[in-house]
């Protein structure tokens, strides 16, 4: 028999929400509800429901549900989407220059490790 309850969400489905939350609260300065209800107005939100219910029977009520009213946002903000960023406590989300400088740190690092015995190889080649 299987295991009863409530489906899984995909980590995936997970993951996406929490990062698209977080971006937008850093983005336009708001509270995670708040950043919340943004996401909801997105043009994809709705493929993005039908992925988090494709577990469940009716989904194509609960993908009508969540997005016929505030209450219902709210709710399933409270109930799921809270626990969901709870479970990425360390994602980083980059804004553009903080992106470039990362590339720039990551490309100084190269010196180190695997990368370090590359350029030796090289060089031992050319001699």
């Known amino acids: 028999m299987?295991?009863?309850g409530q489906p899984k969400i995909s980590f995936f489905v997970k993951y996406i929400i929490a990062y698209k939350?977080?971006?937008y609260q850093k983005r336009?300065?708001?509270t995670l509800r708040a950043s919340w209800l943004k996401l909801t107005e997105h043009k994809a939100f709705k493929d993005l429901m039908q992925q988090n219910f494709s577990n469940k029977v009716h989904s194509q009520y609960w993908v009508n549900n969540i997005l016929?009213?505030?209450d219902v946002k709210v709710n399933f903000y409270n109930h799921h989407i809270k626990k969901?960023?709870?479970e990425f406590p360390k994602l980083?989300?980059?804004t553009p220059t903080e992106y470039k400088e990362s590339l720039a740190r990551m490309k100084n690092n190269k010196t180190m490790g695997l990368a370090s015995l590359k350029?030796?190889?090289e060089r031992s080649l050319k001699s």
């Open 68 to 70: 016929s009213s505030d």
């Open 28 to 30: 336009y300065n708001l």
């Open 84 to 86: 969901i960023i709870a």
């Open 21 to 23: 939350v977080i971006q």
């Open 2 to 4: 299987g295991k009863q």
């Open 92 to 94: 980083k989300v980059y």
């Open 119 to 121: 350029k030796w190889a």
